[in-house]
């Protein structure tokens, strides 16, 4: 089979056009083309005046390696590679052995799960929280009755933080194994539109994850593994040897259970897992500070979006609700640049802790809300921002937070500001054509006071040139709501080679809570990494570097 890529069609063209293009790539006729599917579609919209598609197809032709020779020195002409997942090893049958416990219920720990399971582990998967139907029960009480269970919300319970997201399925991580592709297939097994495999930026949306998450919950439990939830993990217990080695050997919860450990344990926390970060630490589990980004969310109509990248294509039902990319080097030496943009979709309250305010954005499958939210943040690290000890950034975020709940007057109401007071420095006194979509509701204020100096400074400069790159990004109307802290782990549980702690044994830190991953697929994709590891250390061979997993 043959994967021809960059064939270029136009954005209204017959179905029939893309058969006709690859004949005509291939310069064969009619007759020998047996069949092709898509692989990949892309939109490029550089030029509003001439939107086209961007295929990558793969192609069942006669006298396949005839043609091969005559495009040798093609680079979009190629043997279509093979994407298909292979287990590393398999559990014996009727496996009896230690039975690997993974924590933590989101992307990572859900993927970590599933593959053991698969390979025949019998995992027990823990989580805080509660399952996905109940867990969504608790956060629309925090959006509709401003009433917080810091058990179960946007960051704790079945599915992650990634649930009450855009549901994106993209990253930039490399992936020579082609992982994402096993993560995408077992998406589309649970209920997830085919189109993810082949759309260039693939994403799901909130309602559609949920019941994806119980299917996949359910294949784990039907494989032999088993899910505790409302179990959170209070202690970890640390054997030491004679020559000082380390292993944990055992995990406190907070049932009172204690839950033996004499097989691998997986730490998929996730990034808001504040308190077991500060237990670990306490432990002596090696953690590091590491960089995030601290700003707010901000809100467009997402018409004016559409008309800004797609021009007189705006609204082509072919194109949907149109996204972007922004970031700005500024005079004070921060970046700042856009995170987590949701086309057609909320600002949501994503706090998990009391007294404290902290935003994200969502959206559903069909994108179709009025607005397009995006965090506007700015990249801050340890050594200029919050030197000392591994949970200085916690505090940091914490701090802010804080402050937000009080600017924005408590009942989880969030500080906003309209674009054009925040550039003026002074307080928002009304709204314009933009209405804020964060439940439970915003606060009109000076976001200045919730954010820390140089990142006003940084914010001011870089909406500006933003608004040189999309017309009309910097509109006065256009609603800042504050304040967005999550946008990665601020530590880090430092892993080695064997994707072990360095300096515990039987720990396997990973996803983005470890300081690992960045999004719902790159976590999905350690949660394997992870989970062939382990398997690896239950049947005694040899690891695979973390480098060339």
């Not at 990558?56 to 032709?61: E, F, G, I, P, W």
């Not at 027990?124 to 608790?138: A, N």
């Not at 997402?302 to 609204?315: K, M, T, V």
Request: hydrophobic content about 40%.
């Amino acid at each position: 089979m043959l994967r021809i890529t960059e064939l270029k069609l136009p954005l209204n063209h017959p179905e029939e056009a893309l058969a006709a293009a690859i004949r005509n790539r291939l310069r064969i006729t009619p007759r020998d083309l047996v069949r092709y599917t898509v692989a990949r579609r892309a939109h490029d919209a550089r030029d509003k005046m001439d939107i086209h598609f961007v295929y990558s197809v793969d192609v069942t032709v006669k006298n396949e390696a005839p043609l091969l020779a005559r495009f040798k020195r093609d680079r979009h002409v190629n043997p279509t590679p093979d994407t298909g997942y292979r287990f590393v090893t398999k559990a014996p049958a009727g496996y009896a052995g230690p039975r690997p416990v993974v924590v933590g219920a989101g992307p990572c720990g859900l993927f970590a799960g599933l593959i053991l399971a698969q390979m025949g582990f019998r995992p027990i998967i823990l989580d805080r929280g509660k399952v996905v139907r109940e867990r969504t029960k608790d956060t629309w009480g925090l959006w509709r009755r401003s009433e917080l269970n810091p058990e179960s919300n946007v960051q704790f319970g079945e599915g992650g933080a990634g649930t009450f997201s855009d549901g994106k399925l993209w990253s930039q991580i490399k992936d020579p194994r082609h992982l994402g592709r096993k993560v995408l297939t077992e998406f589309v097994k649970a209920g997830a539109p085919p189109e993810i495999l082949t759309e260039a930026h693939p994403h799901i949306g909130t309602f559609r994850l949920v019941t994806m998450v119980e299917s996949m919950r359910a294949t784990v439990e039907a494989l032999g593994g088993e899910y505790r939830f409302q179990h959170r993990v209070d202690d970890v217990e640390i054997a030491t040897d004679a020559a000082g080695n380390r292993r944990v050997c055992g995990l406190h919860l907070q049932t009172g259970e204690r839950l033996d450990t004499d097989g691998p344990v997986v730490l998929a926390l996730g990034h808001s897992a504040r308190d077991t970060f500060h237990m670990l630490h306490e432990r002596g589990v090696f953690l590091e500070a590491k960089p995030f980004s601290i700003g707010v969310r901000i809100e467009h109509p997402q018409s004016w979006i559409d008309e800004a990248r797609f021009g007189p294509c705006a609204g082509h039902p072919d194109l949907g609700a149109a996204a972007y990319s922004l970031s700005h080097h500024c005079r004070n030496g921060r970046t700042v640049y856009s995170f987590c943009m949701c086309p057609g979709g909320t600002v949501v309250a994503a706090t998990s802790e009391p007294g404290r305010v902290a935003t994200n954005g969502m959206s559903q499958y069909s994108r179709n809300e009025r607005n397009a939210n995006s965090g506007i943040v700015v990249g801050i690290d340890p050594a200029r921002d919050y030197p000392g000890e591994p949970l200085a950034g916690i505090a940091l975020q914490r701090h802010w937070e804080t402050r937000a709940f009080e600017v924005g007057g408590g009942g989880y109401m969030a500080p906003a500001q309209r674009l054009g007071d925040f550039l003026a420095g002074r307080p928002s006194t009304r709204l314009g054509n933009v209405i804020p979509s964060y439940r439970p509701g915003v606060h009109l204020t000076d976001l200045a006071d919730c954010l820390p100096d140089f990142a006003v400074t940084a914010m001011r400069e870089a909406l500006v040139a933003f608004g040189q790159q999309i017309p009309g990004y910097d509109h006065p109307d256009a609603v800042m709501t504050g304040v967005e802290t999550r946008t990665s782990s601020p530590v880090r549980i430092t892993r080695g080679d064997d994707f072990q702690s360095v300096n515990t044994a039987g720990l396997y830190p990973a996803g983005e809570g470890a300081g690992y991953a960045g999004g719902i697929l790159s976590a999905a994709v350690d949660g394997i990494k992870i989970a062939e590891a382990v398997a690896r250390d239950l049947m005694g061979m040899r690891p695979a570097l973390a480098d060339a997993a």
